[in-house]
């Protein structure tokens, strides 16, 4: 079964930063992974995503402040949060899909159970 778990979320106050980190686990093959983020009563919209050729893909909103890497030796993903604003506060999950990467957040075919992160 493949199996994603994020860690590194938490509270911050505006300006700071967090890590975030996704371990995949029970899949081979070229996939693509992103991170994606649910605030309270809104829907989840896309952060950032890098396509199987490493390709990625921010959000307008986290341009400049975010940067998402990947480790394939160990089928990780970490997302680099700096100059967190209250408006970052959300659920963030970590997906992941093989081959290309979709358009639409749906189409991701496993996710993660989320982290919280919280800027006040």
């Known amino acids: 079964d493949v199996q994603l778990v994020e860690s590194g979320g938490g509270s911050v106050q505006a300006g700071g930063s967090l890590r975030l980190s996704c371990a995949a686990s029970?899949?081979?093959?070229?996939?693509?992974m992103g991170w994606y983020r649910q605030a309270a009563g809104k829907e989840r919209e896309g952060v950032a995503r890098?396509?199987?050729?490493?390709?990625?893909t921010y959000a307008d909103s986290v341009k400049g402040r975010f940067t998402i890497s990947r480790d394939n030796a160990r089928n990780s993903l970490t997302l680099q949060m700096n100059s967190l604003k209250p408006e970052d506060t959300a659920m963030y999950y970590c997906?992941?899909?093989?081959?290309?990467?979709?358009?639409?957040?749906?189409?991701?075919?496993?996710w993660g159970q989320g982290t919280q992160v919280t800027v006040s």
């Open positions: 029970g899949y081979t093959g070229s996939y693509c």
């Open positions: 890098m396509s199987p050729g490493s390709r990625t």
């Open positions: 997906a992941l899909t093989g081959g290309y990467c979709p358009s639409r957040w749906t189409e991701y075919s496993f």
